[in-house]
């Protein structure tokens, strides 16, 4: 790993494992754990914030420079990566890591010591953080291996490697893939892809979605000036995909996305929830839910499909 890019992330209080992988702790199992406040994802499948294991296998590379990113830039795999590290090792380096991360929570007096002992034994792991997690090439083995272990798994793509995804055994428990331009137009611009042919690949994800037997959800990632409106356009995209449930949430203005975007790009909840009513019409589906601290709205055709657990 490049050695600048190590020392910025553990100053951002990222736990690197291995060469390529980290961890990081999410801002909603601090949120669980000392205000009882809870991720929207455990509003919507009703996963647990605090026991919930946030991390990446690809800390350093991605196929996207997303300007919404909070990433601070974006590298190739394989420019850096010629070895990769085990399966086995960084699911156990990251559980052991993530345990440091949340000792100090224990001497706050507001924090659920009930709560703190649980966040101690992960059941969930988010394999998103940073980077494009199916560039690891031994991910099927990971998600295995978490599963042995009772754990469910939420992977994040962005859908520019469907080939990887059509071959990926076994898959996750609930795999999202981030939709966030209507055009090929506006992915070059927004997404600022550093593969060839972005646009026909994330086609290609879509296309092979609905033969993928698990759990699946697109997410519109929404950036007010950019990518908001053309309803009809995403409705076309979903069709392809033939989704479980659709998540248009908002972008946030954090990390190294606000030296890319401005204040002003990040839409206001009600601004979200307006595209999702416009864009649910359009597919004949309804919102289930929302989240306004978290700027998202869920939708789909059965509430009673949404827990996992």
Not at 36 to 60: A, N, W
Not at 136 to 165: A, Q, S, W
């Amino acid at each position: 790993m490049d050695k600048e890019l190590k020392r910025l992330l553990e100053r951002q209080h990222y736990r690197v494992i291995g060469d390529h992988s980290g961890v990081k702790v999410c801002h909603w199992m601090r949120q669980k754990l000392l205000h009882g406040r809870v991720c929207y994802k455990e509003t919507f499948y009703g996963i647990e914030s605090h026991r919930c294991l946030q991390m990446t296998p690809t800390i350093d590379a991605c196929t996207q420079n997303c300007l919404f990113c909070w990433r601070v830039k974006g590298f190739s795999w394989e420019a850096l990566h010629k070895d990769f590290d085990s399966a086995e090792m960084i699911l156990k380096e990251s559980i052991k890591a993530q345990k440091p991360l949340i000792s100090g929570f224990k001497g706050d007096p507001r924090c659920n010591e009930e709560l703190w002992h649980e966040a101690l034994e992960p059941n969930q792991v988010a394999i998103s953080l940073t980077g494009e997690p199916t560039l690891y090439p031994l991910l099927g083995e990971f998600i295995e291996l978490c599963h042995k272990r009772g754990m469910t798994t939420f992977l994040v793509t962005n859908g520019t490697t469907p080939d990887i995804l059509e071959k990926l055994d076994p898959l996750p428990t609930q795999l999202y893939v981030t939709v966030a331009a209507p055009n090929e137009k506006i992915l070059k611009k927004l997404c600022a892809p550093m593969v060839p042919d972005a646009w026909s690949l994330l086609i290609k994800t879509l296309e092979i979605l609905p033969s993928l037997d698990t759990r699946r959800v697109i997410r519109h990632t929404l950036v007010d000036g950019w990518n908001i409106g053309w309803e009809e356009d995403y409705t076309k995209l979903d069709e392809k995909a033939e989704p479980m449930f659709i998540e248009p949430k908002g972008f946030v203005f954090v990390g190294g996305s606000r030296q890319r975007m401005a204040m002003e790009n990040m839409p206001s909840h009600e601004k979200v929830k307006v595209f999702g009513k416009q864009l649910g019409t359009l597919l004949g589906v309804k919102i289930l839910m929302e989240r306004e601290d978290s700027r998202v709205v869920l939708l789909g055709e059965d509430i009673k499909r949404c827990k996992i657990l």
